[in-house]
């Protein structure tokens, strides 16, 4: 299993950001994918979800109205969309799934600053 994130950035506060992790080496469309967040100094938490069998999503809820999590399963791809960002949105960004145990990928960095 390999994820692989990419899109993170420097973005001025009120812009927007999309994310992408791109999955191989299990069934993708059939599982859920998460997003997780770990700011400076901070514990990692979650972020959203989204299921692999009818792509229900949820948010935590400092993000919900903000960011959307999506799924292309042709591409074996998860989205982050993020809209008006805040710098407490600054963290390095991780995607997630479980296949036997958790696997992670890299991360990628987003700051939020002006």
């Known amino acids: 299993v390999q994820l692989v994130e990419s899109g993170g950035g420097l973005v001025e506060p009120g812009g927007s950001l999309r994310l992408s992790c791109a999955a191989s080496?299990?069934?993708?469309?059939?599982?859920?994918m998460s997003w997780f967040r770990q700011p400076p100094g901070k514990e990692r938490e979650w972020v959203a979800t989204?299921?692999?069998?009818?792509?229900?999503?949820n948010y935590a809820d400092s993000v919900k109205g903000r960011f959307i999590v999506s799924r292309d399963n042709a591409k074996r791809t998860v989205y982050l969309q993020m809209s008006k960002l805040e710098p407490e949105d600054t963290a390095v960004y991780y995607c997630?799934?479980?296949?036997?145990?958790?696997?992670w990928g890299q991360g990628t960095q987003v700051t939020v600053s002006s």
């Open positions: 989204i299921s692999g069998v009818n792509g229900r999503t």
């Open positions: 080496g299990f069934t993708f469309s059939s599982y859920a």
């Open positions: 997630q799934t479980t296949y036997g145990r958790l696997y």
